[in-house]
């Protein structure tokens, strides 16, 4: 089950806007050399907490992530601002560092208790290391101190069902729905599961649509409309919302749906070349491969 995911990837986005309401996007550049970057952190750590702050803002809008980063981490472990973690946090995130980030998230955890956002961070950590039980139990630890906290449900919900823990998965996200019955991407993400493990089409159909109705335009929602259709028969609305999902994302999973669906409806030659097109970008996706072989055979 891999649209879950794409939800991890997409809260990954998220949280960068979460975390802070300032700065612009800067763009980063290699033309400091590394060495200068050490020098100047070297000499920030021999000065104030505002200065320090002023550098590693500074850094960071001329793109040199690496540096405005350290040095926000450095500011988070000897401060008791929550604040400062979570904009470390942030920051860590433009690098990619994935050792970088989970630190950043960490001390933003101890500091911030009853924030998920943190934990989330951490657990996409995991997640990037291939540790999804690790990724499960910072969530659940997470739990213990927020029992009802949507987000923590919702996301331990995704790790859950992308280990193949559905029971796990299916628990949070009904009582997600309990305590915020309106919450689309727990809809989407309940809706789907039941579409892909049970033959619960029914359910999981108004599900998918009350989602939709909360969110007509996001493109994961619109493929697991289209998918549960295709199971219901409803072949001419489920090529008409898989193709409007494919158009707002061309994502290697939605192009194995739309094709399997103009392929069973007697389009093969239109799905031989919508898949042709994500296989050249997308030639190792493991559901678009088992979706091509099946169907069309083994492709090279």
Not at 62 to 73: E, F, I, P, T, V
Not at 75 to 104: H, P, Q, V
Request: proline share 5%.
């Amino acid at each position: 089950m891999t649209q879950p995911l794409k939800i991890a990837l997409l809260t990954l986005i998220t949280l960068m806007g979460l975390v802070s309401g300032c700065a612009s996007n800067p763009v980063a550049t290699t033309s400091e050399p590394a060495l200068l970057d050490e020098q100047i952190y070297a000499q920030a750590l021999n000065r104030g907490v505002v200065y320090q702050v002023l550098v590693a803002e500074t850094a960071f809008q001329q793109g040199r992530w690496d540096l405005a980063a350290q040095l926000y981490l450095h500011i988070a472990i000897t401060s008791d601002d929550a604040n400062l973690s979570a904009r470390a946090s942030e920051m860590a995130l433009y690098t990619g560092n994935n050792e970088l980030i989970f630190a950043a998230a960490l001390r933003w955890s101890e500091l911030a208790v009853h924030d998920p956002k943190p934990k989330v961070l951490m657990a996409l950590c995991f997640l990037k290391n291939n540790q999804p039980q690790e990724a499960l139990a910072v969530i659940t630890q997470g739990l213990k101190d927020s029992p009802n906290d949507v987000e923590l449900l919702y996301f331990r919900g995704i790790i859950a069902a992308n280990n193949n823990q559905y029971d796990l998965a299916e628990k949070d996200w009904r009582r997600v729905l309990t305590l915020q019955p309106d919450h689309a991407p727990t809809l989407n993400a309940l809706g789907f599961a039941l579409t892909i493990t049970t033959k619960n089409y029914t359910q999981a159909l108004a599900l998918i649509q009350r989602a939709n109705r909360l969110d007509p335009n996001n493109p994961l929602i619109l493929d697991s409309l289209g998918w549960v259709e295709f199971h219901l028969g409803k072949i001419q609305s489920a090529i008409t919302h898989l193709t409007q999902a494919w158009t707002l994302m061309s994502d290697p999973e939605i192009a194995a749906h739309l094709g399997e669906v103009l392929w069973s409806s007697g389009h093969k030659n239109k799905a031989i070349t919508l898949w042709q097109e994500s296989l050249d970008l997308y030639p190792d996706h493991q559901i678009l491969r088992e979706t091509v072989q099946r169907l069309y055979g083994p492709h090279e």
